[in-house]
């Protein structure tokens, strides 16, 4: 007993010097198989898909409360006069949204195709106020293309690269809110394909890490989970293939005979002409902090 409360009031007192983003940067070796391509590459391949597939951006709105979109309009707080910036904005899920409430909107995205599709959703419902930032955060953050903004959000955009000057900057340029989301099950489909094939054991750098790093910057984050309704659709079960292909490194001829023999048990299919089908729940750590509570 002795030998315990020694040991707690030790970890207590190092609290401060435990390096949580190199304790992030080590699990994230576990996240998806990755292939050598840069975060633009990887997301101007998979920008057409990712609206596709997991997005709807459509006319922008959310489709049901079950839905990622839904979940994080219901909880993030714009008013009228607000500015909003969105790192990682993809084509748009929030973006186009949040312009709707806000007085302006930065939309930052490493992928030129992504922006691409934001801007051509945003011109055919005539949003004026959004600003658009062909950048990586990481060069933003270090430029001067990022100043302070009302509410900062980051979106299942923090998945990789240096963490902790992206955690501690959004710190710094929110002024009235941050809402950042970090992965626990991103695609369920995804990682059980991969576990299928022996890829498996897949998951994300813990979201802990990223509250200790700001609770050691003096900043106490509120927490929650979502578990939001995730719905792919698939013309064929060979698109599904190719579809699961894209951030990782080629499929051989045997993988791809079980991946099938996987999908086709999993998929439904529905509909004529048919479509194949799949609905799982992601989960999402959701962790977000006012200024004026701090
Ligand atoms: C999973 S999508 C999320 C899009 C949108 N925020 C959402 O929640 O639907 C990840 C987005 O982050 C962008 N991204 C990834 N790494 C980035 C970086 N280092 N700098 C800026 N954008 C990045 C990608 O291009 C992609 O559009």
């Given at each position: 007993m002795r030998g315990r409360t020694a040991f707690t009031?030790?970890?207590e007192m190092d609290f401060d010097l435990i390096d949580?983003?190199?304790?992030w940067r080590a699990e994230s070796v576990h996240s998806y198989p990755r292939n050598?391509?840069?975060p633009k590459e990887l997301w101007d391949k998979r920008a057409d898909s990712f609206g596709?597939?997991?997005?709807r951006v459509k006319d922008g709105e959310a489709r049901d409360k079950h839905d990622y979109i839904s979940q994080m309009l219901e909880r993030i707080e714009v008013r009228p006069g607000w500015t909003v910036l969105d790192i990682g904005c993809g084509p748009g899920t929030l973006a186009i949204p949040l312009a709707r409430r806000a007085a302006s909107v930065t939309a930052l995205d490493v992928s030129s195709e992504m922006l691409r599709q934001l801007e051509s959703q945003a011109d055919s419902l005539s949003l004026t106020n959004i600003r658009y930032v062909h950048s990586s955060w990481e060069e933003a953050f270090a430029g001067s293309a990022v100043c302070s903004h009302d509410v900062v959000i980051a979106s299942r955009s923090l998945m990789s690269g240096d963490i902790g000057t992206a955690v501690?900057?959004?710190a710094a340029i929110a002024r009235e809110a941050a809402y950042i989301t970090s992965p626990i099950i991103h695609l369920p489909l995804d990682w059980e394909a991969y576990a299928a094939i022996g890829r498996g054991d897949r998951r994300h750098s813990p979201y802990i890490c990223l509250y200790n790093m700001l609770f050691q910057m003096g900043i106490q984050a509120n927490v929650e989970i979502l578990h939001p309704k995730v719905r792919v659709e698939f013309p064929s079960i060979e698109e599904a293939i190719d579809d699961l292909q894209w951030r990782t490194v080629p499929f051989s001829s045997d993988e791809k005979a079980r991946?099938?023999?996987f999908l086709q048990g999993k998929l439904r299919?529905?509909?004529d002409p048919a479509v194949f089908t799949h609905e799982g729940r992601s989960k999402w750590a959701l962790i977000w902090w006012r200024k004026r509570d701090q």
């Open positions: 009031m030790e970890r949580w983003e190199a304790m050598n391509m840069s596709k597939r997991v997005n501690s900057h959004i991946l099938r023999e299919q529905i509909g």
